[in-house]
């Protein structure tokens, strides 16, 4: 429908209490809801924010806006408003999660004018009235009542205006950024070898060894290795590290790639213990591309992809499939129908993974690893069957099958614990949390516990949102990532409401446990449904050098065969990736806030420190950054362009300055250390 005529229809007539004037009914909904900024998902019209009709205690409203706190959305009322009226709080579609609760707030001219109260899951909606007479500006505020943002899912329903004159307009909350064409700042690898990724790599005693040694340069690249433990073999065409070390220990290992043009070589340290996954895992996930409609062919072509687009030579390793493996409880969708497990319970996938083994196998022979996911619950997000009582044989059917990571999401089993009965037909995917720590800690010991069991490395990825404050158990329970929030779209709102707010995981993140704001959102994504991603280069830039600097589990979400060279030379970047990969495997934190510039710090195992200068304004930041004393540092400094891998003047800690010009919503990514 053409939006005049939408907005034509938002209008209707109406008597006015005013007096003699004719009022006006606007309709907030009819207004441009897009303009609302808000801590999860995007704003709703006439819907909740998962897209379900707007429900408040058991009742159904047709029209109004659904949001999720924090919120915000600011109306200029351009003269004339008289009221504003709503049915406010928090959507059914929680399904009474005692972690939602909202307050609803109206300010008008910067004055509160109404204020709901904290209200709760399931409490009827609130009748908001508020007189607008002289009031200009309007802000619609939903606040997380002060216990977070998590299922704070909230509807402002039946929300309208009264109008005498003139025509609310809603007002965004930045203007629209100018218009930015990809630009390349990764120099192309040289033809010479380079040893690129991590400096360490862990296995467990007995478990299968397979390391690809990733190198760019011209090919023929020939491998070789000093030191190589007994019990490991290296292809010297393909760098491919396998076999078995029984022993724990570390081996101090001197890796070599040769062409007709040079050489290179790499300290790199094995190290055979408890502990995998020593640097955050790198690699790819179905889910932000194909969601439901992945395929066996997609995740082999995905694989190919890897090793084709160059990827692989710069340390990209996992090839993990999602949700939609398996058969779908309710789906219509043949390929999707089936039997969940066989009669011995062994888990079945769905026609579309005919090889699951076959699978796992021609992703080890390109040198690359195979993820899964399932859920702790009698079914996975999206319907599909999950884990819950054969956890211990789902353990055992992956590593039979060669899968080396599970990404183990909360769906449907938060309904049990809560208490609800896990056979119920029907029993809600989301919304529902534990009792207490305790209840959210223990499917994850389970799993964590049967994982381990197997005679794989099967790196554990927790998906539980970071409840319970995840990043102070996970670690505990052989947990190796965790997410930390809910999921990631495409939108500046999205990326900077996650990526900027991950300081109170970061010091628990270490070699082994890795904090995880969640997978990549470069390149062609769109959850089954593929689209360039909406953000611009420079938030582009800001989004890589940022999950880089948190030490986050780099999970590319788009179909790499569709791969455009501006999204690889995000992807390439091997001094961009080395923070990421560094072995001392600290998170950066926020050190400072300038205005809208914020400066994150993260040490460096060889003593050096990397700084991303972030700008989270709409015009470009300038900055003679004269503060690297204040950060502690001291002498003459080094410092590296890392996206341009080029070296700026030396500057002194004491009274040294650093121009800095940050685009909007960019970054500068520097690598600080002791001049020689
Ligand atoms: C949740 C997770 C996503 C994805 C889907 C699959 O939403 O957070 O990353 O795994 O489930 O249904």
Same mark, same amino acid.
Request: proline residues 6%.
């Given at each position: 429908?053409?939006?005049?005529?939408?907005?034509?229809?938002?209008?209707?007539?109406?008597?006015?209490?005013?007096?003699?004037?004719?009022?006006?009914?606007?309709?907030?909904?009819?207004?441009?809801?897009?303009?609302?900024?808000?801590?999860?998902?995007?704003?709703?019209?006439?819907?909740?924010?998962?897209?379900?009709?707007?429900?408040?205690?058991?009742?159904?409203?047709?029209?109004?806006?659904?949001?999720?706190?924090?919120?915000?959305?600011?109306?200029?009322?351009?003269?004339?408003?008289?009221?504003?009226?709503?049915?406010?709080?928090?959507?059914?579609?929680?399904?009474?999660?005692?972690?939602?609760?909202?307050?609803?707030?109206?300010?008008?001219?910067?004055?509160?004018?109404?204020?709901?109260?904290?209200?709760?899951?399931?409490?009827?909606?609130?009748?908001?009235?508020?007189?607008?007479?002289?009031?200009?500006?309007?802000?619609?505020?939903?606040?997380?009542?002060?216990?977070?943002?998590?299922?704070?899912?909230?509807?402002?329903?039946?929300?309208?205006?009264?109008?005498?004159?003139?025509?609310?307009?809603?007002?965004?909350?930045?203007?629209?950024?100018?218009?930015?064409?990809?630009?390349?700042?990764?120099?192309?690898?040289?033809?010479?070898?380079?040893?690129?990724?991590?400096?360490?790599?862990?296995?467990?005693?007995?478990?299968?060894?397979?390391?690809?040694?990733?190198?760019?340069?011209?090919?023929?690249?020939?491998?070789?290795?000093?030191?190589?433990?007994?019990?490991?073999?290296?292809?010297?065409?393909?760098?491919?590290?396998?076999?078995?070390?029984?022993?724990?220990?570390?081996?101090?290992?001197?890796?070599?790639?040769?062409?007709?043009?040079?050489?290179?070589?790499?300290?790199?340290?094995?190290?055979?213990?408890?502990?995998?996954?020593?640097?955050?895992?790198?690699?790819?996930?179905?889910?932000?591309?194909?969601?439901?409609?992945?395929?066996?062919?997609?995740?082999?072509?995905?694989?190919?992809?890897?090793?084709?687009?160059?990827?692989?030579?710069?340390?990209?390793?996992?090839?993990?499939?999602?949700?939609?493996? #398996?058969?779908?409880?309710?789906?219509?969708?043949?390929?999707?129908?089936?039997?969940?497990?066989?009669?011995?319970?062994?888990?079945?996938?769905?026609?579309?993974?005919?090889?699951?083994?076959?699978?796992?196998?021609?992703?080890?022979?390109?040198?690359?690893?195979?993820?899964?996911?399932?859920?702790?619950?009698?079914?996975?997000?999206?319907?599909?069957?999950?884990?819950?009582?054969?956890?211990?044989?789902?353990?055992?059917?992956?590593?039979?099958?060669?899968?080396?990571?599970?990404?183990?999401?909360?769906?449907?089993?938060?309904?049990?614990?809560?208490?609800? !009965?896990?056979?119920?037909?029907?029993?809600?995917?989301?919304?529902?949390?534990?009792?207490?720590?305790?209840?959210?800690?223990?499917?994850?010991?389970?799993?964590?516990?049967?994982?381990?069991?197997?005679?794989?490395?099967?790196?554990?990825?927790?998906?539980?949102?970071?409840?319970?404050?995840?990043?102070?158990?996970?670690?505990?329970?052989?947990?190796?990532?965790?997410?930390?929030?809910?999921?990631?779209?495409?939108?500046?709102?999205?990326?900077?409401?996650?990526?900027?707010?991950?300081?109170?995981?970061?010091?628990?993140?270490?070699?082994?446990?890795?904090?995880?704001?969640?997978?990549?959102?470069?390149?062609?994504?769109?959850?089954?449904?593929?689209?360039?991603?909406?953000?611009?280069?420079?938030?582009?830039?800001?989004?890589?050098?940022?999950?880089?600097?948190?030490?986050?589990?780099?999970?590319?979400?788009?179909?790499?065969?569709?791969?455009?060279?501006?999204?690889?030379?995000?992807?390439?970047?091997?001094?961009?990736?080395?923070? !990421? #990969?560094?072995?001392?495997?600290?998170?950066?934190?926020?050190?400072?806030?300038?205005?809208?510039?914020?400066?994150?710090?993260?040490?460096?195992?060889?003593?050096?420190?990397?700084?991303?200068?972030?700008?989270?304004?709409?015009?470009?930041?300038?900055? #003679?950054?004269?503060?690297?004393?204040?950060?502690?540092?001291?002498?003459?400094?080094?410092?590296?362009?890392?996206?341009?891998?080029?070296?700026?003047?030396?500057?002194?800690?004491?009274?040294?300055?650093?121009?800095?010009?940050?685009?909007?919503?960019?970054?500068?990514?520097?690598?600080?250390?002791?001049?020689?």
């Amino acid at each position: 429908m053409n939006s005049r005529f939408a907005y034509a229809l938002g209008f209707s007539l109406a008597w006015s209490t005013a007096g003699m004037a004719t009022a006006e009914t606007v309709w907030l909904d009819d207004l441009n809801l897009a303009a609302a900024t808000q801590g999860w998902g995007d704003p709703h019209k006439n819907q909740s924010v998962e897209g379900h009709p707007l429900t408040i205690g058991g009742k159904r409203f047709e029209r109004g806006f659904g949001t999720h706190a924090a919120g915000l959305l600011r109306v200029n009322l351009d003269g004339g408003a008289q009221k504003f009226s709503a049915s406010v709080g928090v959507d059914d579609e929680v399904n009474g999660n005692a972690a939602s609760s909202v307050e609803f707030i109206v300010r008008g001219d910067g004055r509160v004018l109404w204020q709901s109260g904290a209200m709760r899951a399931g409490a009827p909606a609130k009748d908001c009235e508020v007189d607008l007479a002289g009031v200009k500006s309007l802000v619609l505020e939903v606040s997380d009542a002060g216990d977070g943002e998590n299922f704070d899912h909230a509807d402002w329903a039946d929300a309208k205006f009264e109008t005498a004159a003139g025509r609310p307009a809603t007002v965004p909350a930045e203007p629209p950024l100018a218009f930015v064409a990809p630009y390349m700042l990764t120099p192309a690898a040289p033809a010479t070898p380079r040893i690129n990724g991590a400096n360490v790599f862990g296995v467990r005693p007995g478990s299968p060894f397979l390391f690809t040694i990733p190198a760019t340069g011209d090919r023929p690249i020939k491998f070789s290795a000093i030191h190589l433990p007994h019990g490991l073999k290296l292809d010297s065409v393909t760098g491919q590290i396998t076999g078995t070390l029984n022993k724990p220990g570390q081996y101090l290992v001197t890796l070599r790639a040769k062409n007709s043009l040079g050489e290179a070589e790499k300290p790199f340290r094995i190290v055979v213990g408890n502990q995998i996954a020593l640097t955050p895992p790198m690699g790819w996930n179905s889910w932000n591309c194909f969601a439901g409609a992945v395929s066996e062919e997609m995740v082999k072509s995905a694989a190919d992809a890897m090793v084709k687009s160059g990827l692989i030579n710069h340390g990209w390793t996992y090839i993990n499939v999602d949700d939609y493996w #398996q058969n779908h409880r309710d789906s219509q969708d043949p390929t999707l129908r089936g039997p969940f497990r066989n009669r011995d319970g062994v888990i079945v996938p769905n026609s579309r993974f005919p090889d699951m083994k076959g699978m796992a196998d021609y992703i080890h022979n390109l040198g690359l690893k195979a993820g899964l996911y399932s859920s702790p619950g009698p079914w996975t997000c999206g319907g599909c069957a999950a884990s819950w009582q054969h956890e211990e044989q789902d353990a055992q059917t992956y590593a039979k099958w060669g899968f080396d990571y599970l990404k183990y999401d909360w769906c449907s089993y938060g309904e049990i614990a809560a208490g609800g !009965d896990p056979n119920a037909k029907n029993i809600p995917l989301w919304g529902k949390t534990a009792k207490d720590d305790a209840g959210a800690i223990f499917p994850y010991q389970v799993m964590g516990k049967f994982l381990r069991e197997q005679n794989r490395d099967i790196v554990f990825s927790l998906c539980q949102y970071g409840m319970a404050d995840v990043w102070k158990w996970g670690g505990s329970v052989n947990g190796n990532c965790w997410r930390t929030t809910g999921d990631i779209v495409d939108t500046w709102k999205s990326l900077s409401g996650i990526g900027f707010k991950q300081d109170q995981a970061a010091p628990f993140a270490q070699p082994g446990n890795w904090n995880d704001p969640d997978m990549l959102i470069v390149g062609q994504v769109g959850w089954g449904n593929l689209h360039p991603s909406r953000l611009n280069p420079d938030e582009q830039y800001t989004h890589i050098s940022l999950w880089c600097l948190l030490s986050a589990p780099l999970l590319i979400g788009c179909d790499m065969t569709k791969f455009d060279d501006f999204t690889l030379s995000l992807l390439e970047n091997d001094e961009v990736l080395a923070l !990421d #990969q560094d072995e001392l495997g600290k998170e950066a934190m926020c050190v400072l806030k300038d205005g809208d510039v914020r400066v994150y710090e993260k040490d460096l195992a060889d003593g050096g420190c990397a700084l991303g200068f972030f700008n989270l304004g709409p015009a470009a930041a300038n900055r #003679q950054f004269n503060q690297l004393a204040t950060l502690g540092f001291k002498g003459k400094l080094r410092v590296r362009d890392l996206w341009r891998q080029s070296n700026l003047p030396d500057v002194d800690a004491a009274n040294g300055i650093l121009p800095l010009t940050i685009p909007a919503h960019g970054v500068v990514l520097y690598k600080i250390t002791a001049a020689k």
